[in-house]
């Protein structure tokens, strides 16, 4: 059952067209993940859902209510930004109350649930600060804190944590996730990082010059990307045509074919002859550049022990998972 359905959805800004022909479902409690490059048009989409600027055609319908022909205010979105956008001059209570006081809540209803929503947030100490006087994770919560007291029924973040530290960022995002799971909340979150998507989301929307190039779950987007954009915007990937992959694996292959770093094993016999041309150490992980009948390749190895290290211009074996390779588009 679907809770926002978005069908044939376009959007040009004068002559140039943004989308043309966005359709979508999303299940009430979901949290679904916009990712793609900047500029494929992810702000655009939200913009349209949440009324901040006009659609060409289509519609958008919430709860079975087409929501195009309401204002912003009479959507029931709640939005946060990359910017957090909070109004400097105001305490961070009266900042969450703001949509309240819009609402017409009365006074001591207000008060309950502004400090429901700031508790939510772990700001509750907090009420009587002003922004500049919190560090930017905690503006972004005020900011989160602003949106949920409006119990919207829909929340769509933009880029939230795109301008915060990493440390703070994966802090924020599992608090995000934890409040979402808890309100049941139908979310849709932007981000071009792929990480974040892959970690956070029921499903993602991947997204690519104005259109939707697949949608799924982590393990689908990352075990089966439909094309090649797909491949190479998630996780890291050998992308090889067809002809190279023939001279790869020594067997006629009629299509371009994609293989995971991770999928290609050093092997003590057998396999195919590779030379080592060089390594990066990524943490758990060692990425070696190899050179395997005259074709490049990467390959993951887990760093177990710096000894084991394969030099460059070392002459090593490489086993490839069948499994692991994905003919692509
Ligand atoms: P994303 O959020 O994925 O980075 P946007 O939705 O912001 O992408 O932008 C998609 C495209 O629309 C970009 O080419 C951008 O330049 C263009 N665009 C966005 N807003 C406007 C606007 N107000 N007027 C004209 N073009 C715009
Ligand atoms: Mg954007």
Known sequence: ?????????????????????????IGQGEFVTLLGPSGCGKSTLLRCIAGLTEVGGGQILLD????????????GIGMVFQSYALFPNMTVQENVAFGLRMQKVGKAESQQR????????????????????????????VALARSLVT??????????????????????????????????????????????????????????????????????LYTAPVDAFAAGFIGNYNLLD??????LLGR???????????AIQFASQGGIEALVRGHSL?????????EARGVELLVDV????????????????????AHAIHEVA
């Open 114 to 141: 502004v400090r429901e929503a700031l508790d939510m947030v772990e700001l509750g100490e907090f009420a009587g600060r002003y922004p500049q006087q919190l560090s930017g994770g905690q503006c972004q919560r």
């Open 242 to 247: 067809a002809e190279t992959a023939s001279r």
């Open 151 to 220: 119990r919207p029924r829909l929340l769509l973040l933009d880029e939230p944590l795109s301008a915060l530290d990493a440390r703070i960022r994966k802090h924020l995002r599992e608090q995000i996730r934890t409040i979402q799971q808890e309100l049941g909340l139908t979310t849709i979150f932007v981000t071009h990082d792929q990480e974040e998507a892959l970690v956070m989301s029921d499903r993602i929307f991947l997204m690519n010059a104005g259109k939707i190039v697949q949608s799924g779950n982590a393990e689908t």
């Open 64 to 75: 079975g209510q087409d929501l195009v022909p309401l204002a912003p205010q009479k959507r």
């Open 1 to 25: 059952m679907s809770y926002l359905s978005i069908q044939g959805l376009h959007k040009s800004y004068g002559e140039t067209k943004i989308f043309s022909d966005i359709d979508c479902e």
């Open 252 to 262: 006629p292959i009629a299509s371009r074919i994609a293989i995971r770093p991770e």
């Open 282 to 290: 990524l943490g758990n992980v060692i990425r070696y550049r190899v």
């Open 302 to 321: 887990l760093n177990r022990a710096a000894a084991d290290m394969h030099a460059s211009g070392q002459r090593i074996a490489l086993n490839i998972d």
